[in-house]
Structure formats: structure tokens, C-alpha cells
């Protein structure tokens, strides 16, 4: 028998959610959640709100430990969530989640201020994962398919990370990620 995905997925974050973010004040599962809410309230697609929810779910599926950054290591979990999220999902929800770090790469060398506004977790994970884009890539990274949803998700991903915020639980946004379903 198939395991319910929605429910597997709700397991994750609440499971392995309570692990650290880094050196946020947040836990995974809160970031997860303050990110969702973020685009529900600027009224995204579904498909963004569960991207914005499961962004970072490559972190709870790799066995890398909770911060292997401060090992030096770059855990590539945008690829890692990718891949696990394409069993389940289309590209409209597994692009922004490939590329929301290429798209912190991609603000950094666009935006003259966006990186005095990343938290000590990005700008250390930033180095790890190939510092700002330079002109050329930017530009390449701005022509792709999903690198709009992508930025948008990412600027979720750097707001959602406020201490003690009050969100919605994990299955408030289940109805968003059931809808998302490729069908199985």
C-alpha cells in the first residue's frame, strides 16, 4: 500500500521539523511555516504557498546532520528536496524549491542591499554555495522558467525567520499541498 504523501510530508514537519535552523531563532518547522504564511498572505498559487512550506524540506531528508554549513559543506538541499519533492509534485512546486538558492545568489548580485539583509545563516551558507551572480549568470538565472516564483520564494525564505511568530499549524496548509498532487 502507498503511503499517503500529504501525510508523509505532514510527518516531516512535525517530526523532524523541531530540528535547528542553522543559528536562526526558529526551528525548521516554524520556517517552514512562517514562509507558507507569508505567501498566503501575498496570495500566491498554491503551488507557491507549498513550495514556500516545503522549500527547505531537502534539510529533513538528507542525513547530513542539522548544519553541515558550519561544516563547511554546502548540503545542497534544493536539489535534495527537488528530487524528493518531483515524486509527488510538478515543476510548478519543485522549480521555485530547485532554484530559491540560486535566486539568493541571483538577489545578491542584483540588488545592491539584499545581502545586508540576509541572516548569518545566508550569508555564511552564500559563500558555500557560490557567492553573488555576476552579471552574466544573473541574467541567465532571470531567463529561466520558475526564477520569478523562485525569487519570490526566496524573499519568504529571508523574512521567515522571526522568533515566537504566530502562525497556523502544518495542517492548516495541507489543503494547498493536497491540491498541488500530481495525481498517484
Known sequence: ???DPVAMIAGLLDGKGERNYGLSLVNQRAHALQAALLAEQSGCTPALITAALLHDIGHMVHDLGEDPAAEGVDDRHEEVGQ????????????EPV???VAA???LCGVEADYFGRLSNDSVR???LQGGPMAAEEAARFAALP???DAVRLRRFDEAAKVKGLATPPVAHFLPYVRACLRPW
Open 104 to 106: 539568493k545568489r541571483y
Open 1 to 3: 500500500m502507498m503511503t
Open 83 to 94: 528530487a524528493f519533492l518531483a515524486r509527488y509534485f510538478g515543476p510548478d512546486v519543485t
Open 125 to 127: 551558507s552564500l559563500a
Open 98 to 100: 530547485r532554484l530559491h
Open 146 to 148: 520558475g526564477a520569478e
